[in-house]
């Protein structure tokens, strides 16, 4: 009997009484057999074992037809009567079986609950619906039923139809609730239907998108433009005395790192700045991340400023708290509530037929004729609760902090051809003389035309945007360049059909030449950089007073000629904007300024009118993957995936960490890699803590002038004979010098954590260490700002600059020699002297080999799943348990702790990849990471001059090494 059945027999007979036994089918009276079918195999019956069993009785009896036995009715079933029947239980048994019975003939099945009793050529589906179609005798039954069921239907809540929930209000309230928890931003239905989307740092973000295009996006970052909306950031506005902000904002900055908040040409407007922040006074521990800054200009002899802070999500509130820190703002103001679309003002100046509604509002379901509550649409940051400040300011040094999350959207244009994007869809606000003219108005545009010395900034700042079609290339313009504008409604000079914009030779000649070469050179002046996007109130007022969508149709229905552009009406709000040059590729000496573009910043609610422009201009759209490509072929860390030793990286890594273990587990273990045999420790973390400090032990160990050692092998614990060897070569494994666990725990117990080097000097020092002093066909090159002195590199130098910067990483760019693709995780090693000798031999050498390594973990993995958890380790019962018995072992993955990260494979351990792919522009195999400050000089101490910089790169699911030049840009 199959399963199936044997279940669905034990259900039907669980009721009987166990004392009721019938003789055995399978033997007659007499003894004799049963014949047998199928090739002599008995057929399977199911057979009860019930308490008579245990007394020797024979089993009980089974559905099916009995073959053989003596006394036998006329179809072949036993008529033989039981030996033993209790009657109490037996009437028990009887019992369950006429309820169960008057049970099943009372139920009625189906949705018309009276087909029960219909044999099944009479059930109809159209009885449903009709009761006339039933017998007479069930129309009762059945009217009654349906009258019931409706009363049910009515109670019940049903979910909309389709058409329902696609009505205007009832869609805006969906999305409305499904902005609770992740926000949405302004273009996210946009990006829903092409991208997919992820849910990060609070938002729904696109990802990628759904159709392949990543040759695509690349070419456009390169030749065109490419478009992506970073209104995810989070600006953090600081009102203050210029004194008072300066000296609170230095306890978070430190001049080492590059130019901070007091550079002089950030501080005076006309340029967008970078900066490393830090918590107060822990340079150069406790980094927070970096951020763009950007300083209102000056107006008249006033000392007050306005700064502009615009950080990543992850990053805000740590920021937030030390700012209100160093700046002593802790009495909160303002709280702000949850903002929606409200609806335009009404205008005096307005005919009486602009106030009427346009169209009919949908009636109530209840009859009543009253119109429905319109729905708003979220605008800005809707998710935060009506009681949360926003505002804090400071009686002692009268700042104001305000934070402005989704107050200023933000979009990026990418590439060399993003300033024909923008003259081709912008166009400079018109003059409103005839609305200023009026004695009062709703729009903010008219007033401020009232001014002249707002209309000749205005008409300065415009003439200075049309220069900007005389120049060929966006990289020609100084990068940060801040340009204040105020234009009209993009909306009104959308094309018909979406075409490519590309240069015209008519305005490049047309263009004053001189004007144009002191833009490219000078830049734009510090009072052009002046804007009111800066003023709270002409937001709001532009974002209330923006024309909808549907009234911007019937003014366009109402054209005389069909699909002519619409001019600008003094009732139309002007937009003010702000354009900020985004620079290129800065460091390095190859593809200098790649991937520079514009950046624009809008009030919010003007998200889509300015977004659909850009599309019908040409320009494609990318995510946050191509963010990420855009900054891996600069030569750039990307906020938070390179930065290990902030708060925001750290919890970064951990997910995606934690991402990367699932899927890897739920691949089956002959579909995925088994890097315990590939001699990986960490295919999906980088354990930068114990480097930092494994190669601060071997350094120790093996002295300040000679570098760690080298000797073939796969990571085996070396000898006494390792010592001599360990200190007379390039280092390949670090044998006899290889880290013990307890070195790292006496180690770890100074508390020194490690950090990221971004001191801009010794960076450029190590820059040209790492370059080859007599290489064919390559000159060495003194970096800028490093002393020619400092080019030497000498043990008291390395020594002076390893106190000062003990357990540091820096940061490096990876260019393969050969063929091959690095990628994430992958590990940065140092050469064996063979192995350079091998390449000088042979230009085709490609790199050396990993041996294979044993995996010892295999079989207990195995016993583990088999819950033999005592039989591992039977004689250590007693003593403490063993890491590699605890049930969280997974086949292929190093369990914890891990061993020594610099000496466990053939080759010596110097770093890790965070970023690595097929470079487009280069041709090659490149990767970012980080390697040890400590490994790295040990390294280029033991290498010759003319391969100086050389090192080996092997991916996490590979056994190949390959050679890599290293590069230090800064």
Same mark, same amino acid.
């Given at each position: 009997?199959?399963?199936?059945?044997?279940?669905?027999?034990?259900?039907?007979?669980?009721?009987? @009484?166990?004392?009721?036994? =019938? @003789?055995?089918?399978?033997?007659?009276?007499?003894?004799?057999?049963?014949?047998?079918?199928?090739?002599?195999?008995?057929?399977?019956?199911?057979?009860r074992?019930?308490?008579?069993?245990s007394?020797?009785?024979?089993?009980?009896?089974?559905?099916?037809?009995?073959?053989?036995?003596?006394?036998?009715?006329?179809?072949?079933y036993?008529?033989?009567?039981?030996?033993?029947?209790?009657?109490?239980?037996?009437?028990?048994?009887?019992?369950?079986?006429?309820?169960?019975?008057?049970?099943?003939?009372?139920?009625?099945?189906?949705?018309?609950?009276?087909?029960?009793?219909?044999?099944?050529?009479? $059930?109809?589906?159209?009885?449903?619906?009709? #009761?006339?179609? !039933? @017998?007479?005798?069930?129309?009762?039954?059945?009217?009654?039923?349906?009258?019931?069921?409706?009363? *049910?239907?009515?109670?019940?809540?049903?979910?909309?139809?389709? $058409?329902?929930?696609?009505?205007?209000?009832?869609?805006?309230?969906?999305?409305?609730?499904?902005?609770?928890?992740?926000m949405?931003?302004?273009?996210?239905?946009?990006?829903?239907?092409?991208?997919?989307?992820?849910?990060?740092?609070?938002?729904?973000?696109?990802?990628?998108?759904?159709?392949?295009?990543?040759?695509?996006?690349?070419?456009?970052? &390169?030749?065109?433009?490419?478009?992506?909306?970073?209104?995810?950031?989070?600006?953090?506005?600081?009102?203050?005395?210029?004194?008072?902000?300066l000296?609170? !904002?230095?306890?978070?900055?430190?001049?080492?790192?590059?130019?901070?908040?007091?550079?002089?040409?950030?501080?005076?407007?006309?340029?967008?700045?970078?900066?490393?922040?830090?918590?107060?006074?822990?340079?150069?521990?406790?980094?927070?991340?970096?951020?763009?800054?950007?300083?209102?200009?000056?107006?008249?002899?006033?000392?007050?400023?306005?700064?502009?802070?615009?950080?990543?999500?992850?990053?805000?509130?740590?920021?937030? &708290?030390?700012?209100?820190?160093?700046?002593?703002?802790?009495?909160?103001?303002?709280?702000?509530?949850?903002?929606?679309?409200?609806?335009?003002?009404?205008?005096?100046?307005?005919?009486?037929?602009?106030?009427?509604?346009?169209?009919?509002?949908?009636?109530?379901?209840?009859?009543?004729?009253?119109?429905?509550?319109?729905?708003?649409?979220?605008?800005?940051?809707?998710?935060?609760?009506p009681?949360?400040?926003?505002?804090?300011?400071?009686?002692?040094?009268?700042?104001?902090?305000?934070?402005?999350? %989704?107050?200023?959207?933000?979009?990026?244009?990418?590439?060399? !051809?993003?300033?024909?994007?923008?003259?081709?869809?912008?166009?400079?606000?018109?003059?409103?003389?005839?609305?200023?003219?009026?004695?009062?108005?709703?729009?903010?545009?008219?007033?401020?035309? %009232?001014?002249?010395?707002?209309?000749?900034?205005?008409?300065q700042?415009?003439? %200075?945007? *049309?220069?900007?079609?005389? #120049?060929?290339?966006?990289?020609?313009?100084?990068?940060?360049?801040?340009?204040?504008?105020?234009?009209?409604?993009?909306r009104?000079?959308?094309?018909?059909?979406?075409?490519?914009?590309?240069?015209?030779?008519? *305005?490049?000649?047309?263009?004053?030449?001189?004007?144009?070469?002191?833009?490219?050179?000078?830049?734009?002046?510090?009072?052009?950089?002046?804007?009111?996007?800066w003023?709270?109130?002409?937001?709001?007022?532009?974002?209330?007073?923006?024309?909808?969508?549907? /009234?911007?149709?019937?003014m366009?229905?109402?054209?005389?000629?069909?699909?002519? *552009?619409?001019?600008?009406?003094?009732?139309?709000?002007?937009?003010?904007?702000?354009?900020?040059?985004?620079?290129?590729?800065q460091?390095?000496?190859?593809?200098?300024?790649?991937?520079?573009g514009?950046?624009?910043?809008?009030?919010?609610?003007?998200?889509?009118?300015?977004?659909?422009?850009?599309?019908?201009?040409?320009?494609?759209?990318?995510?946050?993957? #191509?963010?990420?490509?855009?900054?891996?072929?600069?030569?750039?860390?990307? =906020?938070?995936?390179?930065?290990?030793?902030?708060?925001?990286?750290v919890? =970064?890594?951990?997910?995606?960490? &934690?991402?990367?273990t699932d899927?890897?587990?739920?691949?089956?273990?002959a579909?995925?890699?088994?890097?315990?045999?590939?001699?990986?420790?960490?295919?999906?973390?980088?354990p930068?803590?114990?480097?930092?400090?494994?190669?601060?032990?071997?350094?120790?160990?093996?002295?300040?002038?000679?570098p760690?050692?080298?000797k073939?092998?796969?990571?085996?614990?070396?000898?006494?004979?390792?010592?001599? /060897?360990?200190?007379s070569?390039?280092?390949?494994?670090?044998?006899?010098?290889?880290?013990?666990?307890?070195?790292?725990?006496?180690?770890?117990?100074?508390?020194t954590?490690?950090?990221?080097?971004?001191?801009?000097?010794?960076?450029?020092?190590?820059?040209?260490?790492?370059?080859?002093?007599?290489?064919?066909?390559?000159?060495?090159?003194?970096?800028?700002?490093?002393?020619?002195?400092?080019?030497?590199?000498?043990?008291?130098?390395?020594?002076?600059?390893?106190?000062?910067?003990?357990?540091?990483?820096?940061?490096t760019?990876?260019?393969?020699l050969?063929?091959?693709?690095?990628?994430?995780?992958?590990?940065i090693?140092?050469?064996? @002297?063979?192995?350079?000798?091998?390449?000088?031999?042979?230009?085709?050498?490609?790199?050396?080999?990993?041996?294979?390594?044993?995996?010892?973990?295999?079989?207990k993995?195995?016993?583990?799943?088999?819950?033999?958890?005592?039989?591992?380790?039977?004689?250590?019962?007693?003593?403490?348990?063993d890491?590699?018995?605890?049930?969280?072992?997974?086949?292929?993955?190093?369990?914890?702790?891990?061993?020594?990260?610099?000496?466990?494979?053939s080759?010596?351990?110097?770093?890790?990849?965070?970023?690595?792919?097929?470079s487009?522009?280069?041709?090659?195999?490149?990767?970012?990471?980080? #390697?040890?400050?400590?490994?790295?000089?040990?390294?280029?101490?033991?290498?010759?001059?003319?391969?100086?910089?050389?090192?080996?790169?092997?991916?996490?699911?590979?056994?190949?090494?390959? =050679?890599?030049?290293?590069?230090?840009?800064?």
């Amino acid at each position: 009997m199959s399963g199936a059945k044997e279940r669905m027999h034990k259900k039907k007979m669980r009721n009987q @009484p166990s004392n009721v036994t =019938f @003789p055995s089918p399978g033997w007659d009276s007499a003894g004799d057999e049963r014949p047998k079918r199928h090739g002599g195999q008995t057929p399977m019956h199911d057979r009860r074992n019930d308490d008579s069993n245990s007394q020797g009785q024979s089993p009980s009896w089974t559905r099916g037809h009995h073959w053989g036995g003596s006394e036998r009715g006329p179809r072949g079933y036993s008529q033989e009567l039981p030996k033993y029947i209790t009657a109490s239980v037996f009437a028990r048994a009887r019992a369950a079986e006429v309820n169960a019975m008057l049970k099943a003939v009372t139920k009625t099945t189906g949705s018309a609950h009276v087909f029960g009793p219909l044999p099944k050529h009479m $059930r109809r589906r159209a009885m449903s619906h009709n #009761v006339k179609r !039933l @017998p007479r005798r069930l129309r009762a039954v059945a009217k009654k039923t349906l009258e019931k069921t409706s009363q *049910q239907k009515k109670e019940q809540s049903k979910s909309k139809s389709r $058409r329902a929930r696609r009505r205007h209000g009832n869609l805006l309230l969906e999305f409305n609730r499904r902005q609770r928890k992740n926000m949405w931003l302004e273009t996210h239905i946009w990006h829903a239907k092409r991208f997919h989307m992820v849910k990060k740092w609070g938002y729904c973000l696109g990802d990628r998108p759904t159709y392949k295009c990543y040759r695509a996006c690349f070419r456009a970052m &390169t030749n065109h433009c490419l478009l992506q909306d970073l209104s995810y950031y989070c600006c953090v506005e600081l009102q203050g005395e210029e004194d008072k902000l300066l000296s609170a !904002l230095s306890q978070l900055t430190n001049k080492e790192t590059g130019p901070t908040f007091a550079a002089a040409a950030c501080l005076s407007g006309r340029r967008q700045g970078t900066v490393y922040v830090y918590k107060a006074d822990q340079f150069p521990d406790q980094l927070l991340g970096q951020v763009l800054f950007m300083w209102r200009p000056k107006t008249g002899a006033s000392d007050h400023r306005q700064l502009w802070i615009w950080a990543h999500p992850s990053l805000k509130q740590d920021l937030l &708290t030390e700012l209100q820190s160093v700046c002593q703002c802790s009495e909160p103001i303002n709280p702000r509530a949850p903002e929606a679309h409200p609806a335009p003002a009404p205008c005096p100046t307005e005919s009486a037929a602009e106030e009427k509604p346009i169209g009919k509002k949908r009636k109530r379901a209840d009859g009543e004729g009253l119109a429905s509550v319109s729905v708003k649409k979220i605008i800005g940051d809707g998710t935060c609760p009506p009681n949360k400040p926003v505002s804090w300011n400071s009686k002692t040094t009268g700042i104001v902090i305000s934070d402005l999350t %989704m107050e200023i959207l933000r979009y990026r244009l990418i590439g060399p !051809l993003s300033h024909c994007i923008l003259t081709d869809t912008l166009r400079p606000a018109t003059d409103s003389k005839l609305a200023g003219a009026t004695v009062s108005s709703c729009f903010w545009w008219p007033e401020h035309c %009232m001014n002249d010395n707002n209309m000749l900034l205005h008409h300065q700042q415009a003439d %200075m945007f *049309q220069l900007f079609s005389g #120049v060929c290339s966006t990289a020609e313009i100084p990068a940060g360049t801040v340009l204040g504008l105020t234009v009209d409604d993009p909306r009104l000079t959308i094309p018909k059909k979406r075409s490519k914009v590309m240069p015209d030779t008519e *305005q490049l000649q047309g263009v004053d030449a001189e004007k144009v070469r002191s833009l490219t050179l000078q830049g734009v002046p510090v009072e052009y950089a002046e804007s009111s996007l800066w003023d709270q109130a002409v937001r709001d007022n532009v974002t209330q007073n923006k024309i909808s969508e549907q /009234e911007l149709n019937r003014m366009k229905s109402e054209l005389l000629v069909p699909g002519s *552009q619409l001019s600008p009406i003094p009732s139309q709000s002007r937009v003010p904007i702000l354009l900020v040059q985004q620079p290129g590729k800065q460091v390095g000496e190859e593809r200098a300024s790649w991937g520079t573009g514009w950046d624009i910043l809008l009030p919010k609610g003007w998200g889509m009118a300015f977004w659909v422009p850009l599309i019908y201009r040409g320009v494609r759209v990318g995510g946050l993957q #191509v963010g990420l490509k855009h900054s891996q072929n600069k030569g750039t860390s990307h =906020f938070p995936n390179d930065f290990p030793d902030c708060p925001a990286g750290v919890q =970064f890594l951990k997910e995606q960490e &934690t991402q990367l273990t699932d899927d890897y587990k739920r691949r089956p273990p002959a579909k995925r890699p088994n890097y315990i045999k590939h001699g990986c420790l960490a295919p999906f973390c980088c354990p930068w803590q114990q480097l930092a400090e494994e190669w601060e032990i071997i350094v120790s160990d093996c002295g300040a002038e000679q570098p760690a050692s080298v000797k073939g092998g796969q990571g085996s614990p070396a000898g006494p004979q390792g010592s001599e /060897e360990a200190c007379s070569g390039a280092p390949s494994t670090v044998e006899g010098f290889a880290p013990q666990p307890e070195d790292l725990a006496a180690n770890s117990n100074a508390e020194t954590k490690f950090k990221v080097l971004r001191n801009k000097k010794v960076l450029r020092q190590l820059s040209a260490w790492c370059r080859p002093i007599s290489a064919k066909g390559q000159r060495a090159r003194k970096p800028a700002g490093c002393p020619q002195q400092q080019q030497q590199l000498s043990s008291q130098v390395a020594a002076s600059l390893l106190a000062a910067h003990c357990r540091s990483l820096v940061w490096t760019r990876l260019s393969l020699l050969k063929k091959g693709r690095p990628t994430l995780h992958a590990m940065i090693c140092i050469p064996t @002297p063979g192995d350079l000798q091998q390449l000088c031999k042979d230009q085709a050498y490609c790199g050396p080999l990993e041996p294979r390594h044993t995996d010892h973990f295999k079989h207990k993995v195995k016993q583990l799943k088999k819950g033999d958890h005592k039989k591992l380790h039977p004689e250590k019962t007693s003593q403490a348990p063993d890491p590699a018995s605890a049930p969280t072992l997974t086949l292929g993955l190093w369990p914890e702790p891990l061993p020594s990260v610099t000496s466990h494979c053939s080759r010596v351990t110097l770093g890790f990849v965070t970023q690595g792919d097929f470079s487009l522009s280069t041709g090659c195999g490149e990767a970012l990471g980080f #390697v040890s400050l400590t490994g790295l000089f040990h390294m280029l101490s033991s290498q010759p001059a003319e391969k100086r910089g050389l090192v080996l790169v092997r991916n996490a699911a590979s056994l190949q090494y390959r =050679f890599a030049k290293l590069n230090i840009e800064v």
